[in-house]
């Protein structure tokens, strides 16, 4: 967590008014809270830190890409980010949490660190269901549609007739045969 130092602000020495910060995030990052969903990240997030007397406004946003494997076949593809998460700091006696959207420090604290807020912006901007865009339009190629394709059952080629004009498996045919036999 010592890599995580980085995203710490002392907002005690920082005047008040707007501040802007600026995050580079790698695998590395996701690495360090042991999330290993991602192959590779190429992520730029932008802080808004405006900062007044009795409490701080914090806005992120996200963008960039992640690489990921498809839920379906299993493929990598870059899955594109783009999220935003506002957050209010305000003081009180206590750390308190409990509010997505408001955290209260102590008095006495002179820093916040962001890491956290920051992976939970990327990881909640990710597509639940993450499907390769080559698969909704049908260009994906890849070894595992081949062998699922060549492993589907074919099409019934010998289909009879009865006189209804419904198509009947010739394997009830040779049923039917059993009960004529005797």
């Keep these: ?4 130092a980085a995203f710490s602000i002392p907002f005690v020495g920082l005047k008040p008014g707007k501040h802007e910060f600026e995050y580079q995030l790698n695998k590395e990052f996701f690495e360090d809270f042991e999330y290993e969903e991602f192959n590779s990240v190429n992520l730029k997030v932008d802080l808004l ?8 406004e914090l806005n992120f946003h996200a963008e960039g890409v992640v690489n990921v494997n498809c839920d379906l076949t299993n493929e990598p593809y870059d899955q594109p980010i783009n999220g935003d ?3 209010v700091v305000k003081f009180g006696d206590e750390f308190n949490d409990d509010n997505e ?10 820093q916040i660190n962001v890491a956290q807020y920051i992976y939970e912006l990327v990881v909640l901007s990710v597509p639940l269901k993450r499907i390769h865009p ?3 339009d049908g260009s994906l190629e890849s070894e595992v549609l081949k062998k699922l394709e060549e492993l589907s059952p074919k099409e019934a ?25 005797k």
């Excluded at 959207?101 to 002179?110: D, R, S, T």
């Excluded at 080629?157 to 036999?181: A, F, T």
Aim: without cysteine; glycine residues 6%.
């Design 49 to 56: 830190f405006d900062k007044t007397p009795t409490m701080m």
């Design 157 to 181: 080629k010998d289909i009879d007739e009865n006189e209804n004009g419904e198509d009947i498996d010739p394997r009830w045919n040779k049923l039917k045969n059993l009960l004529n036999d």
């Design 1 to 4: 967590m010592r890599k995580l």
């Design 101 to 110: 959207e408001i955290l209260i420090l102590p008095h006495g604290e002179y």
């Design 85 to 87: 998460l506002r957050l």
């Design 134 to 136: 080559g698969v909704a």
